[in-house]
């Protein structure tokens, strides 16, 4: 006859067989389920990852978090750097038109000139065409027109009103007019207009005609980059200077917003608009104090946001990295705990069934003692065993 040897059945809902075959209900021999403890479902491998979720998911939100404001900072950053441009382009505006105004206003005080001398007359014209000028007009007090240089072209003139004679007369000291249609000369001329004093009263107006070609070379001057784009309009909203493509734009209207900016009261301003070369762009403008004019800078949105997403995909790929390689570890250190409990669940089997109770040479530390409790316990099992026979 086989001597004799408990069986533990793995299954719990399975009957469990001790002794010599007999079979004994589970309910009998082990706890119930309402009485004893209840079991969870998941594993060693699911809770280290649980714990290693605990740990990533809000350092990777605090990252996102962090990536976020310096997207921000970046974008805020570009905001200013679009002002200043805008600023610069302004200020470069008026140090134009006021260099302008006051080579006009040397002329004006010119007593030969005053008195039309035809020499002085020609002289000055010559040295105006190189300052830029490609006309030279002097209005009486009530707008009729005196002098005009070149005399046999004054198709390039503009009126008296649009060349701000009353407003001169009135103790203005510059009057710069907004873009005027020309037919000699396109896209047309802007006008700026000074006081010709005799005696202490204002007793002509001297208004040039300068091209807005002369415009263009300010745009690098204040620092626009090569990606950006810019252009001044006159207080109607027309284009005067334009970084790009001037040859096509320039005396046309500029698109609605930038219109809505020129004629509207804000001295500057931010909005967004899709160029007319199809590209989302966010712009800034400024208005100048000596013309009137407007300076609008436009800056890509891809430009704007080309930070926060840099730092968005590197974070993302530390991320991933980060979170690949804490997953590989939970593995490998679930794998190492799982081992050491099937060598426990061993040794329990072991000393049930009254065999040598096996002590694995490499376990977890702690697992290593309750199996040296189990070894110790199985070894005085026998002892008592022994001596009973």
């Not at 009126?159 to 007369?169: N, Q």
């Not at 426990?344 to 040296?372: H, N, S, W």
Request: aromatic share 8%.
């Amino acid at each position: 006859m086989a001597p004799w040897r408990p069986v533990i059945s793995a299954n719990w809902g399975a009957p469990l067989f001790i002794g010599c075959g007999v079979p004994m209900s589970s309910e009998t021999y082990l706890p119930s389920r309402a009485d004893g403890p209840t079991y969870g479902f998941f594993s060693i491998r699911s809770y280290l990852l649980l714990l290693i979720a605990a740990i990533l998911v809000p350092m990777l939100a605090l990252a996102a978090v962090l990536a976020w404001q310096y997207g921000a900072a970046s974008r805020r950053t570009i905001e200013a750097q679009r002002l200043d441009v805008a600023n610069n382009l302004t200020n470069l505006i008026d140090r134009e038109i006021g260099a302008m105004a006051g080579f006009l206003s040397g002329l004006s005080i010119s007593p030969r000139f005053q008195a039309g001398e035809p020499y002085i007359v020609r002289v000055i014209t010559n040295v105006a065409r190189e300052r830029g000028f490609q006309t030279l007009a002097v209005y009486d007090r009530t707008g009729q027109l005196m002098f005009v240089s070149p005399s046999d072209d004054q198709a390039m003139l503009a009126s008296a009103e649009r060349a701000g004679v009353a407003e001169v007369v009135g103790g203005r000291k510059v009057f710069v007019s907004d873009l005027q249609a020309s037919a000699t000369a396109k896209p047309g001329l802007f006008f700026i207009s000074v006081p010709v004093v005799v005696d202490g009263r204002v007793a002509f107006v001297l208004s040039g005609g300068v091209e807005p070609q002369r415009l263009q070379g300010l745009f690098a001057e204040a620092g626009l980059r090569d990606e950006w784009g810019a252009g001044i309009t006159d207080r109607t909203g027309v284009i005067v200077a334009r970084s790009r493509q001037p040859e096509v734009y320039v005396g046309h209207p500029a698109q609605q917003p930038m219109v809505d900016a020129a004629l509207g009261s804000q001295p500057s301003g931010l909005f967004d608009v899709v160029s007319r070369e199809g590209i989302e762009v966010k712009n800034s403008f400024q208005r100048s104090a000596l013309t009137g004019w407007t300076a609008g800078v436009a800056v890509p949105a891809s430009v704007v946001n080309a930070r926060l997403w840099t730092t968005a995909l590197i974070l993302t790929a530390v991320g991933l990295c980060f979170t690949l390689l804490s997953l590989l570890l939970a593995s490998l250190i679930a794998s190492r705990i799982t081992r050491a409990v099937y060598q426990i669940g061993q040794a329990v089997v072991a000393f049930a069934t009254g065999d040598v109770v096996p002590l694995p040479t490499k376990t977890l530390t702690e697992l290593r003692d309750v199996l040296r409790v189990i070894e110790a316990t199985a070894a005085m099992g026998r002892g008592r065993a022994f001596l009973q026979r």
